[in-house]
Every structure is written in structure tokens, then in C-alpha cells.
């Protein structure tokens, strides 16, 4: 941790740049918003708040949930991101749809969520609907979902 | 609470009935159901040793049939040792996988016989839909696959599956062509003929199967019963070819060749009382093949000058032609269901592959292209599936797809040069 102190920017690269990635991501991809409410998930994720235009969900689309804790679910049964790939390439709902919905924590570091993006882009699936939270909507539900629990 | 039990009683059969689903597999809206077939469980050592061929035997059933999408195991999600109860299965993680329903079964196992439970699960509402039990000696793991796969055939299209027929076939040998009879997928395949050429099977209804064999001088009929040595069936003229049985076993349709032509004949199962129904001096009448009811025969003749189907009746009145498309058409199988006609054509690209002509508006349907040389077609005995020889392979093997084409799947044989196939219950 601390040999990296001061190292005037000659310190070795550890983490794969996802720029490029991302890149040519947002050309093959289809990325949409998609709002919270319709979608009745098991994975708890906090999810990103946004403004933007949201796409009415549909709650027959393959959900994949990345918890806080970097864990990737297809629906609720959780898969190693290793064999993530293979499972979304066998699975008939997603290349049927060629479509999935994103549903990510949001404290999440990007790469993550890129890795199964480009996971997902590499099985075929080349929609992907952002599960996020119109600006907090969703807030009030989810206390509410505590106090019941 | 009595009542309100009793209420439930009468309401829940009508309502099962009503929710059950039947296929349908002709119509432009057909579509295949998407299922999802679970790894066999087992906690007997006994039944392990058969759960790959039960399994095996099971997919190819479902796969082949043209009635299901099976969907692709690396994909489940479900935990391996997920039960086999409604209660105990986790339907939603069936539903992301994209499955309608799902099969689950249990072998067991008491060291001579092998036991199969087959559930079978609608997954959208969470429910049993059916379930099956069947036992069988160890060694008859695929039959009894067969027998299960048969069980949820007909719950779903309350029709006969194909699972349990037999299928004959010839075989290339280093000095001849050998004639074997199988199940349905090929499998099990017991070898009739040893030795010399024997070639176009047909399956006796009701057992035992008829083959044209170079074994005395000439080639003519003979029939082999049950692992029994071949007897002669029909010996006249020069060669006799092309056999097939009416539907109801008691008659046999074959054309015999006497100096420059061949003609079609029929005689009673057991050779007699041979009678003549075509006679076109210099022509030749062959491949005859039953209509379902009996009463009609179609058969290959080049009597316009090129081979074309035709049909005639059982007493061979009314003879007319079929085919008007293509100049060399051959190799006819009357559908058991009576309404089309599959037959090999050479297209205009000099290709073998596989037709059905309609036997009412003599439309012609397409079912093979671009896909090596398919030929000699022949109708499952429920009339949904054709099996045909494919050189797509490399070498000509067995194939099946469904009776518009779809579908097509290599018979899970070793490979071989196998020809004229026959099918029947």
C-alpha cells in the first residue's frame, strides 16, 4: 500500500484499463434504462439512482444481479463470473431474447460490471436494460420492504 | 371446511383437465416446447451403471421427436441435488433458464431390474403434470427410456409415440450387405442376415422382417422370424424386389422382374396366391408402398419415359400419375396418416433429396437441401417422422426429421454405410 506513496506515476499498472473496452462496448451493445419497481428480485442491491428516461420493464427478461459483494446471479441461483459466459450461452431465455436486464449494486466498481457486460456481449446477449432507480422512487418501497422485515 | 373440501374435489380434476396442454404439431404456428430433461438421480450403486444409457436414450427421444426444444444442461441453474417433488424444485430457477416444462427421473435399482420414476413439471405454474413408473430388466435401460418417453409423448399429443417401433436397415459388410433390425434409434441393432448381399428390408407387422437376398442363385424374397435362419417368401422371374407389407399384415406388395420389364405383384403374406397388377410391356413397375387403409398402392414407374410416382389400387385399378415435377422421382413411403407421399427426387442440380407429395392435390413439399445426398425416406408408423439415409455424415448414414422437414438429427449409430431403412410398430 504504501510503495505507492509518492511514486510519481511510475507505479505498475494493476488493473486492466477498461476504457477501450467500454468503448467498443457501447457500439455492440444496446444499453437502456429500465425502472425498479417492476422487478421483484431475491439479490438485495442498492440500486443507482438516475434522471434519465426509463424503459418499462418487462418482468419475463432474464434479470443478472450483481450484489455488493461482487456475486453474480442469474435469477437467483448465483454463478461464478468464470463460468458466467457459458451459462448465458446455454441458457434458451437469453438468446432467445437476445436481451437481459442488468441489475447492479451501486457501489460496485465498474470493472465488474463491465467484465459481465462483456460476458454477456461475448454469449449473445447484445441487450442490455440497466435496472436502476428513478431518482430514488423506489426509496420509499424499499424502507418500507425493511420495516415489514 | 367439509364443504368447501368437497367443492375443491370436484373443481380440481375438471381444472387439471381443462390447464393441460396438448401440442399441436402440424400448423404454421407450431413451435417447439422448450424442456428441460434433469440428469437422472440415483442412490442406488446397481442403477448408476445405466443412468448414462437411460439418459442418453431419454435426450435423443425428446430431442428427436421434433416436439421439444431440449435445452442445454450447462445452462441450469438449479442445484445438482435438487429434488424430485413439486415442493422441493425451485421453479423460477427452471423459468430463467427458459424452460416450459421439465423432466425429472429417479432410477432404482434391486440388482435385476432396473425402476424408473419420470416426473414430468409444468414450470410456469409450479406443478406435477404427470407422473410414470416402469421397471425393466438392467441390461433394457434405453427401452425403458424409451417406454417413459413414449408416457410423455402422449400426454402431450394423446397420440402413440414412435419410441418403442422397430426400424430395419442394411449394412455394408466386407463381402456383401448384411439386413439388421433395431429400435428406433438405432440401437440395440440385431444382426438378421450373415453373409452374400441381402438388400430393402421390410418389417413384418407383428414381427419378423422380408428381404430380398442374393443368397441362392437369383435374388429373391425371403423372410427371417426371430433370429431364425431366412426362408424363401416369393421365388419367381428373374428378381424379386421392393416388399412391403399392407398395414393390416396380411398381404405383400413386391415387384418382380421377368425379362426386360418389372412388374408389381401382390400375394399373401406367406407367398401364395401371387397376382399381377401392372403390365406395361418394356417398363419398369417398382417400390411399391401401402396406403394406410389398404387400399391404394403408390409405386415407381418409367413408364412416361422417366421414373415418376404413381398410384394405383390394392387390385390395380385406377393407375395414375402422382408426380409431374422433376424427371426422376423414386423410393415412395405412403404416410400412415394418408395424406402425403415421401419420395427421393434428383433436382435439376443432379442432388438426391427427400419430397412429400400430397396425395389429394399432388402439391409437392420440399424437406432436405444443401445438405449432401439424402434418400430413401421412410414414415414413422404415427406418420410425424421420416427416417432417411444422409451421405451428410461423410459416409451414408440414418437420420430422422420430422414429416415437414424439420429437425434433422443423425441417428446416434456408429458410423457406416447403412441403406434402405424400413420402420414399423
Known amino acids: ?96 431474447d437476445k436481451e437481459m436486464y442488468l ?13 459481465v457486460m462483456a460476458a454477456a456481449q461475448r454469449a449473445g446477449v447484445t441487450n442490455v436494460g440497466m435496472i436502476t432507480d428513478p431518482m430514488g422512487a423506489s426509496k420509499a418501497s424499499h424502507d418500507k420492504d425493511k420495516d415489514q422485515k | 371446511m367439509f364443504s368447501r373440501l368437497a367443492a375443491l374435489l370436484v373443481l380440481v380434476p375438471s381444472f387439471v383437465l381443462a ?41 435423443f427421444d425428446f430431442a428427436a421427436c421434433g416436439l421439444f426444444q431440449v435445452l442445454d444442461r450447462k445452462g441450469f441453474l438449479a ?11 425451485q421453479f423460477n430457477r427452471w ?10 427421473t429417479q432410477l432404482s435399482s434391486d440388482g435385476a431390474s432396473l425402476r424408473a420414476d419420470l416426473r414430468l413439471f ?20 434405453r427401452r425403458l427410456a424409451h417406454k417413459l418417453a413414449n408416457a410423455v409423448y402422449k400426454h402431450y399429443t394423446r397420440e402413440t409415440g414412435p419410441f418403442e417401433t422397430r426400424i430395419a436397415f442394411t449394412r455394408k459388410t466386407p463381402s456383401g450387405r448384411d439386413v439388421y433390425v433395431a429400435d428406433w434409434d438405432g440401437k440395440n441393432a440385431q444382426r438378421i442376415t450373415n453373409g452374400d448381399v441381402n438388400v430393402l428390408p421390410a418389417l413384418i407387422p407383428g414381427g419378423g422382417v422380408a428381404f430380398t437376398s442374393y443368397r441362392s442363385r437369383k435374388p429373391f424374397l425371403f423372410s427371417a422370424q426371430g433370429g431364425g435362419e431366412p426362408v424363401s417368401l416369393i421365388a419367381k422371374g428373374s428378381m424379386v424386389t421392393g416388399a412391403a407389407f399392407s398395414p393390416d399384415g396380411k398381404r405383400v406388395a413386391v415387384s418382380i422382374s421377368e425379362g426386360e420389364n418389372a412388374e408389381i405383384f401382390v400375394a399373401n403374406a406367406d407367398g401364395s396366391n401371387i397376382t399381377k397388377l401392372t403390365d406395361t410391356k418394356f417398363f419398369l413397375n417398382t417400390s411399391p408402398t401401402w396406403s394406410p387403409d389398404g387400399k391404394r398402392l403408390a409405386f415407381v414407374s418409367n413408364r412416361a419415359g422417366n421414373p415418376q410416382i404413381y398410384v394405383m389400387g390394392a387390385d390395380g385399378a385406377g393407375q395414375k400419375r402422382l408426380t409431374f415435377q422433376g424427371n426422376y422421382n423414386t423410393t415412395p413411403s405412403w404416410s400412415p396418416r394418408g395424406d402425403l407421399v415421401a ?41 410425424r417422422l ?16 420430422t414429416f415437414d422437414g424439420n429437425n434433422q438429427m443423425a441417428l446416434p449409430m456408429e458410423k457406416g454405410d447403412f441403406t434402405t431403412p424400413d420402420w414399423a410398430n
Open chain 2, 95 to 104: 423459468t430463467d433458464v427458459g424452460a416450459e416444462s421439465l423432466v425429472k
Open chain 2, 79 to 89: 442445484d445438482a441435488k435438487e429434488g424430485v417433488t413439486a415442493s422441493s424444485i
Open chain 2, 386 to 401: 421420416i427416417l432417411f439415409t444422409s451421405s451428410r455424415g461423410g459416409s451414408r448414414g440414418l437420420h430422422v426429421m
Open chain 2, 122 to 141: 409444468s414450470v410456469a405454474a409450479g406443478r406435477e403434470e404427470l407422473k410414470v413408473s416402469e421397471a425393466a430388466p438392467l441390461k433394457d435401460a
Open chain 1, 103 to 115: 441489475h447492479a449494486d451501486r457501489d460496485l466498481p465498474y470493472g465488474i460490471v463491465v467484465d
Open chain 1, 1 to 96: 500500500m504504501s510503495t505507492n506513496k509518492g511514486g510519481g506515476g511510475r507505479a505498475t499498472l494493476s488493473e486492466i484499463n477498461v476504457t477501450p473496452m467500454v468503448d467498443v462496448m457501447l457500439v455492440l451493445l444496446i444499453i437502456f434504462m429500465v425502472t425498479t419497481p417492476l422487478i421483484q428480485q431475491g439479490v438485495k442491491v442498492n440500486l443507482p439512482e438516475t434522471k434519465a428516461a426509463p424503459v418499462e420493464a418487462s418482468d419475463k427478461k432474464l434479470v443478472v444481479s450483481i450484489d455488493v459483494n461482487k456475486r453474480v446471479f442469474i435469477g437467483e441461483a448465483e454463478v461464478a463470473l468464470a463460468d458466467f459466459e457459458v451459462k448465458l450461452k446455454a441458457n434458451a431465455k437469453a438468446q432467445q
Open chain 2, 343 to 383: 419420395f427421393t427426387a434428383r433436382d435439376e442440380r443432379n442432388a438426391f433429396d427427400l419430397f412429400t407429395v400430397n396425395v389429394d392435390n399432388a402439391k409437392v413439399t420440399r424437406l432436405t437441401q444443401d445438405a449432401a445426398g439424402n434418400e430413401e425416406p421412410v414414415f414413422s408408423p404415427n406418420g
Open chain 2, 19 to 59: 390447464q393441460r396442454p396438448v401440442i399441436e404439431i402440424s400448423g404454421a404456428n407450431f413451435r417447439p416446447m422448450p424442456v428441460a430433461v434433469a440428469v437422472p438421480l440415483t442412490q442406488d450403486e446397481g442403477a448408476r451403471a445405466a443412468v448414462a444409457e437411460f439418459d442418453a436414450a431419454l435426450s
